[in-house]
């Protein structure tokens, strides 16, 4: 699949906001119940993998300054409910994980490698219109990189009288 484009409606985007997934809680979700919140959807390896965990902890440590600018953060990978549980609750993640066993989501996204998904990062705005995509990225830091981009949008639609 060709890599998604910001700001443009792609039908297999417009599908993966639809899709049913479960998260670590084991609550079903679909991206589009995030309207109206900017979001970030960081898509990742292997939960409790070296560079998953230090992505994962560098969302945690922003975790406030992200809901302060009205935006969600949700991890998601192939691997089970059950291991998402594990790994969110050993590092405290109090984001979603959501769980997509079958790749479905991570296919739809063009972003599914094989079994597993590549490490990436989908920003989303109020209207879940893609603002911004984050490919091959280093998990150190990266977090830090994605906050700087929601403060920047959020900035920009405040000018814009939004």
């Known amino acids: 699949m060709p890599e998604l484009s910001p700001g443009r409606t792609e039908p297999d985007l417009a599908a993966a906001l639809r899709l049913e997934l479960r998260d670590d809680r084991g609550e079903t979700r679909r991206l589009q119940d995030f309207r109206g919140r900017n979001l970030v959807l960081y898509f990742y390896p292997m939960d409790d993998t070296p560079g ?25 990978s192939t691997d ?4 998402h549980r594990a790994f969110s609750e050993k590092h405290a993640f109090p984001f979603i994980l959501l769980s997509d066993p079958d790749g479905r989501l991570a296919a739809a996204l063009g972003v599914l490698n094989g ?4 490490r990436s990062t989908f920003v989303f705005d109020h209207d879940l219109h893609l603002r911004r995509t984050f490919h091959e990225v280093t998990p150190r830091g990266h977090a ?10 959020v900035e ?7």
């Open 52 to 76: 998953c965990t230090v992505e994962g902890k560098e969302f945690r440590e922003l975790h406030e300054e992200f809901a302060a600018l009205d935006t969600v953060v949700i991890g998601a």
């Open 80 to 83: 089970s409910v059950e291991r």
């Open 115 to 118: 079994r597993c998904a590549a």
């Open 144 to 153: 830090a990189q994605v906050l700087h981009f929601v403060r920047t949008l």
């Open 156 to 162: 920009s639609h405040r000018m814009l009288g939004g």
